[in-house]
């Protein structure tokens, strides 16, 4: 690398929003032939690689990719707009894993910290570049979801996050609501935030039943999970009512306590269903509040845009279904001011889930 040449190319787009700023636009090309606007992103493409190899399985929307995302929110949320709750977004929890996952929220994050851990250290990087890069890479691994922003130049943590920033399944609207507003964030990006949950599986909420999806298409960042929670509940998936478990719909799948009440509160209610068979709007609204969530604490001015180091994930096919033998019948409808979209159904008997394998 230090031998290495970078041939530096700078052209001028003449794009119409480009004429419209009579804006520059650079272009480098790295040593490993990478193409970024800035050369300080450089340094990221192999450590991509390297995490597309060994973490997540060769680019799969997998375990890793789900937690990886999973882990973003709980090092970032161990902050506070008024102070004394931890560095945010400064991955402190992956070396101060000692004692942020001893909080009972932290419950199944040693997998990916583990996992994690060996590459962090062989990276370079800061442990809170890490972990942010590792969440949206992980993420464009999943067709449908946005490109994450990727800002680069998080310093060092200082100190493990408190216990009881990170919200809990059982924990009621009010105290999600409250905790999120704490840390900067309105109701509506509370909901933009819940489209991981697209993506998501619970391996401790019940033990017995580890890597039970929250929808039916765990492996696609779609709009499943918005229509999914707000079907009606006929079952426990696995050793009966856990805390923090709410009837689900399907065999093989878990609903959350807090995705549900969330659902149905008229504070929340409508903000929930407009995400049903919007993509785009989840997607938007999603990757806004996620580029807010990974640099909280941060001091962006120190920072270099190097989300062109992100892959570009691949594109729903879509539409969403309902579920075979499910329709409109079923919605536990809680916005009643908005027309619910017309939604067709999967053809055949109802499903069972499948775990996400490796969980
Ligand atoms: C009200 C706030 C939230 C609550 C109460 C909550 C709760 C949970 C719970 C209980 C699990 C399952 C853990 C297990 O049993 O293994 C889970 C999984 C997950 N959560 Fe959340 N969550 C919240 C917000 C978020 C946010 C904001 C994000 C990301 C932006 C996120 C991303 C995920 C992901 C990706 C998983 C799946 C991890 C995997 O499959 O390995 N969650 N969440
Ligand atoms: C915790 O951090 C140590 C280094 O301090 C690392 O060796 C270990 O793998 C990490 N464990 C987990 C579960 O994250
Ligand atoms: C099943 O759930 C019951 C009640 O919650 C609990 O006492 C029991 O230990 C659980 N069994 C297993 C195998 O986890």
Same mark, same amino acid.
């Given at each position: 690398?230090?031998?290495?040449?970078?041939?530096?190319?700078?052209?001028?787009?003449?794009g119409?929003?480009q004429?419209?700023?009579?804006?520059?636009?650079?272009?480098?090309?790295?040593?490993?032939? !990478?193409?970024?606007?800035?050369?300080?992103?450089?340094?990221?493409?192999?450590?991509?690689?390297?995490?597309?190899?060994?973490?997540?399985?060769?680019?799969?929307?997998?375990?890793?990719?789900?937690?990886a995302?999973?882990?973003?929110?709980?090092?970032?949320?161990?902050?506070?707009?008024?102070?004394?709750?931890?560095?945010?977004?400064?991955? !402190?929890?992956?070396?101060?894993?000692? *004692?942020?996952?001893?909080?009972?929220?932290?419950?199944?994050?040693?997998d990916?910290?583990?996992?994690?851990?060996?590459?962090?250290?062989?990276?370079?990087?800061?442990?809170?570049?890490?972990?942010?890069?590792?969440?949206?890479?992980?993420?464009?691994?999943?067709?449908?979801?946005?490109?994450?922003?990727?800002?680069?130049?998080?310093?060092?943590?200082?100190?493990?996050?408190?216990?009881?920033?990170?919200?809990?399944?059982?924990?009621?609207?009010?105290?999600?609501?409250?905790?999120?507003?704490?840390?900067?964030?309105?109701?509506?990006?509370?909901?933009?935030?819940?489209?991981?949950?697209?993506?998501?599986?619970?391996?401790?909420?019940?033990?017995?039943?580890?890597?039970?999806?929250?929808?039916?298409?765990?492996?696609?960042?779609?709009?499943?999970?918005?229509?999914?929670?707000?079907?009606?509940?006929?079952?426990?998936?696995?050793?009966? !009512?856990?805390?923090?478990?709410?009837?689900?719909?399907?065999?093989?799948? &878990?609903?959350?306590?807090?995705?549900?009440?969330?659902?149905?509160?008229?504070?929340?209610?409508?903000?929930?269903? !407009? &995400?049903?068979?919007?993509?785009?709007?989840m997607? *938007?609204?999603?990757?806004?509040? &996620?580029?807010?969530?990974?640099?909280?604490?941060?001091?962006?001015?120190k920072m270099?845009?190097?989300?062109?180091?992100?892959?570009?994930?691949?594109?729903?096919?879509?539409?969403?279904?309902?579920?075979?033998?499910?329709?409109?019948?079923?919605?536990?409808q809680?916005?009643?001011?908005?027309?619910?979209?017309?939604?067709?159904?999967?053809?055949?008997?109802?499903?069972?889930?499948?775990?996400?394998?490796?969980?």
């Open positions: 690398m230090a031998f290495a040449r970078l041939s530096v190319l700078v052209s001028l787009v003449l119409a929003a004429i419209a700023n009579a804006a520059l636009t650079k272009r480098v090309t790295c040593a490993d032939g !990478s193409v970024t606007a800035n050369e300080a992103c450089c340094v990221l493409f192999p450590i991509v690689k390297d995490m597309q190899a060994t973490l997540f399985d060769g680019a799969e929307c997998g375990e890793e990719a789900h937690s995302l999973r882990l973003t929110f709980h090092d970032a949320i161990g902050f506070s707009i008024h102070g004394g709750k931890g560095g945010g977004a400064d991955g !402190s929890i992956l070396v101060f894993n000692a *004692t942020e996952l001893q909080f009972h929220a932290n419950g199944g994050i040693d990916i910290t583990a996992g994690q851990f060996p590459v962090f250290q062989r990276s370079g990087l800061t442990p809170g570049d890490f972990v942010h890069l590792a969440g949206a890479v992980g993420t464009a691994n999943c067709p449908g979801a946005p490109r994450l922003q990727f800002m680069f130049g998080r310093p060092p943590p200082v100190a493990p996050a408190p216990d009881l920033t990170v919200p809990e399944p059982t924990d009621s609207v009010t105290a999600i609501l409250a905790r999120f507003a704490d840390a900067g964030f309105t109701p509506p990006e509370v909901v933009a935030l819940l489209s991981s949950h697209t993506i998501a599986a619970a391996d401790v909420v019940d033990v017995t039943i580890p890597g039970t999806p929250f929808d039916s298409t765990v492996g696609t960042f779609d709009t499943q999970v918005f229509l999914e929670v707000l079907l009606k509940g006929r079952l426990f998936p696995g050793n009966g !009512s856990q805390p923090g478990e709410v009837l689900s719909p399907l065999a093989g799948e &878990m609903r959350l306590q807090s995705d549900f009440v969330i659902s149905q509160d008229a504070r929340t209610a409508c903000l929930w269903q !407009s &995400m049903v068979n919007d993509q785009t709007r997607t *938007t609204q999603f990757k806004a509040a &996620m580029a807010k969530l990974q640099v909280l604490g941060q001091d962006t001015s270099v845009d190097c989300s062109d180091v992100v892959p570009v994930p691949a594109p729903f096919a879509g539409p969403i279904k309902f579920p075979a033998t499910f329709s409109q019948k079923d919605v536990q809680a916005c009643p001011q908005q027309r619910f979209p017309a939604i067709s159904t999967v053809a055949g008997p109802a499903p069972t889930i499948a775990p996400v394998p490796g969980s």
